[in-house]
């Protein structure tokens, strides 16, 4: 026959180890929680800005890389064409989004480490802490931009296209 005190005393012991470890995993887990929120905020509030090599042209870009502000600079129209500085804002923008990308990825690298623990592999059925984390937003990144051809120019006269009638 067993003794029902000492089989008592063995079930409160391995009860008061399964306590302790569950509370070491949820102590762990709402750590985890706090890491994956500050680095979630740092993500959101990455901005990059971009300026064209003529200074024409400014773009800023958020951490989706959304265009959240172009600038133009006073002399941006002279002696070019739509054409050419749509290519030139396009150039731009795409630099920043590049650089946005750059620092999103620094600032999602520890998180995407992996967890040092991970609950899905000890408990059935819990989601893991990987699915949680989130993934940078995807941006194709094209060496150079698609260029239409460019239309004949009738601007070799020097002229400004703003000081022709019809702008």
Do not use: C, H, Y
């Not at 905020?41 to 800023?60: E, H, L, N, P, W």
């Not at 040092?116 to 893991?128: A, F, N, R, T, Y």
């Amino acid at each position: 026959m067993t003794d029902p005190t000492g089989r008592r005393a063995e079930l409160e012991a391995r009860n008061a180890a399964m306590r302790e470890q569950v509370d070491s995993l949820l102590g762990e887990l709402r750590e985890k929680t706090a890491e994956l929120r500050e680095t979630q905020a740092q993500a959101m509030a990455i901005t990059a800005t971009a300026v064209s090599k003529d200074g024409a042209v400014r773009a800023t870009v958020d951490s989706a890389g959304a265009l959240t502000s172009l600038e133009l600079s006073a002399n941006a129209f002279e002696r070019t064409t739509p054409d050419k500085l749509a290519r030139l804002v396009t150039e731009t923008v795409q630099q920043a989004i590049a650089k946005a990308r750059t620092e999103l990825n620094e600032v999602l690298a520890p998180a995407q480490q992996g967890a040092s623990i991970d609950l899905s592999e000890m408990l059935p059925g819990v989601p893991s802490l990987a699915d949680l984390i989130p993934q940078p937003p995807v941006v194709p990144q094209s060496s150079t931009p698609p260029r239409r051809p460019a239309p004949p120019s009738d601007d070799d006269d020097g002229d400004s296209i703003m000081d022709r009638s019809g702008w």
